[in-house]
């Protein structure tokens, strides 16, 4: 029989500031949560949403202050060197062994064009993100690494490590995507959509190099005392993450989704967001995840309703998921 998946609270920097994401961190371990994952964004996605605290830095003090195991995604190449990612990631595997994984994606221009840099196609975005993977790969394999390229590197080498270099996933929403990180990354990070999309997703990574690699799922739902009241929170939070398409990655402030989403209506946020005030309906459709295979499933209430859904659902939710 197949163990169940491990279910994991997931740390929106962007909606919350980082000293009360970290207490939901430590409410989520003793909710009985089996994980966790940070998001790491420089800018929100909307206004209404109104923060953006600095990811690595919080995820030391919530490692600190918690035994959970934690990942985060980032972006290499732009905002961060990949030198100073994989240092990181060393810094935070070796103080907290066993508990720490790394997924690299191709960035959003909401966060990464900050530096200046000219913001690339999608194409050229994949090139850079393999290239940096492979750079960081090499540092925390302890490889003093020169690299002239789409980065540039000159005798790198990461002085303190962990005695086992934390995994490598790669983050992929499109089939293309899953297929190309199949070829170079430890596991899968994705995020939800319809079923047949999942399976879709799913088995492109495979395709691509990813058979019987790790695979991880970011679920965005909102789950509220009414459907009422769940609705309107999604909308209210999460409505700027509608937007399709290469769209999403090219605005570049919380103003620009503010204005590109202003006729977004609360109904239309079901095709985004699990939406139900219904607690068996949410653990039915985590099934379906563990169904696909995804075998660590980190939840994302994008309501601010925190502290209730956390303890709705380890009270009910999780229990179920590990009977």
């Given at each position: 029989m197949a163990l169940p998946p491990r279910i994991g609270f997931h740390a929106s920097h962007e909606q919350?500031?980082?000293?009360?994401?970290?207490?939901?961190?430590?409410?989520?371990?003793?909710?009985?949560?089996?994980?966790?994952?940070?998001?790491?964004?420089?800018?929100?996605?909307?206004?209404?949403?109104?923060?953006?605290g600095f990811?690595?830095?919080?995820?030391?003090?919530?490692?600190a202050s918690t035994r959970l195991p934690f990942g985060v995604i980032s972006a290499p190449g732009y905002r961060y060197h990949p030198a100073i990612i994989a240092q990181g990631a060393a810094t935070l595997a070796e103080m907290?062994?066993?508990r720490f994984w790394l997924a690299l994606g191709s960035g959003q221009r909401l966060n990464e064009d900050i530096t200046g840099l000219a913001w690339p196609d999608k194409p050229e975005r994949t090139?850079?993100?393999?290239?940096?993977?492979?750079?960081?790969?090499?540092?925390?394999?302890?490889?003093?690494?020169?690299?002239?390229?789409?980065?540039?590197?000159?005798?790198?080498?990461?002085?303190?490590?962990?005695?086992?270099?934390?995994?490598?996933?790669?983050?992929a929403v499109t089939e293309a995507t899953a297929e190309a990180v199949g070829?170079?990354?430890?596991?899968?990070?994705?995020?939800?959509?319809?079923?047949?999309?999942?399976?879709k997703v799913v088995q492109a990574f495979r395709r691509g190099g990813g058979e019987g690699?790790?695979?991880?799922?970011?679920?965005?739902?909102?789950?509220?005392?009414?459907?009422?009241?769940?609705?309107?929170g999604a909308h209210e939070q999460w409505r700027t993450?509608?937007?399709?398409?290469?769209?999403?990655?090219?605005?570049?402030?919380?103003?620009?989704?503010?204005?590109?989403?202003?006729?977004?209506r609360p109904e239309d946020m079901h095709e985004?967001?699990?939406?139900?005030?219904?607690?068996?309906?949410h653990l039915a459709r985590i099934a379906e995840l563990a169904e696909l295979g995804f075998e660590e499933i980190h939840l994302h209430q994008v309501g601010r309703n925190q502290q209730v859904f956390i303890d709705k659902f380890g009270e009910q939710v999780l229990p179920r998921l590990r009977g």
């Amino acid at each position: 029989m197949a163990l169940p998946p491990r279910i994991g609270f997931h740390a929106s920097h962007e909606q919350f500031p980082p000293s009360e994401l970290l207490a939901l961190a430590r409410q989520a371990e003793q909710a009985g949560f089996d994980c966790a994952m940070s998001s790491d964004h420089f800018r929100p996605w909307g206004m209404a949403q109104g923060h953006s605290g600095f990811a690595w830095s919080w995820l030391g003090a919530a490692m600190a202050s918690t035994r959970l195991p934690f990942g985060v995604i980032s972006a290499p190449g732009y905002r961060y060197h990949p030198a100073i990612i994989a240092q990181g990631a060393a810094t935070l595997a070796e103080m907290f062994p066993g508990r720490f994984w790394l997924a690299l994606g191709s960035g959003q221009r909401l966060n990464e064009d900050i530096t200046g840099l000219a913001w690339p196609d999608k194409p050229e975005r994949t090139a850079r993100l393999r290239e940096c993977a492979d750079v960081i790969r090499a540092l925390l394999a302890g490889e003093t690494v020169t690299h002239r390229g789409r980065v540039t590197v000159v005798d790198a080498k990461l002085y303190s490590r962990p005695a086992r270099p934390p995994a490598l996933l790669g983050a992929a929403v499109t089939e293309a995507t899953a297929e190309a990180v199949g070829a170079w990354a430890d596991g899968l990070l994705t995020v939800s959509a319809s079923p047949d999309q999942m399976r879709k997703v799913v088995q492109a990574f495979r395709r691509g190099g990813g058979e019987g690699k790790r695979m991880v799922v970011q679920v965005a739902l909102n789950w509220a005392p009414t459907e009422e009241e769940a609705l309107a929170g999604a909308h209210e939070q999460w409505r700027t993450n509608m937007i399709g398409g290469d769209v999403n990655w090219e605005l570049r402030t919380p103003e620009e989704f503010d204005t590109a989403t202003r006729f977004v209506r609360p109904e239309d946020m079901h095709e985004s967001v699990w939406i139900s005030s219904d607690l068996c309906w949410h653990l039915a459709r985590i099934a379906e995840l563990a169904e696909l295979g995804f075998e660590e499933i980190h939840l994302h209430q994008v309501g601010r309703n925190q502290q209730v859904f956390i303890d709705k659902f380890g009270e009910q939710v999780l229990p179920r998921l590990r009977g």
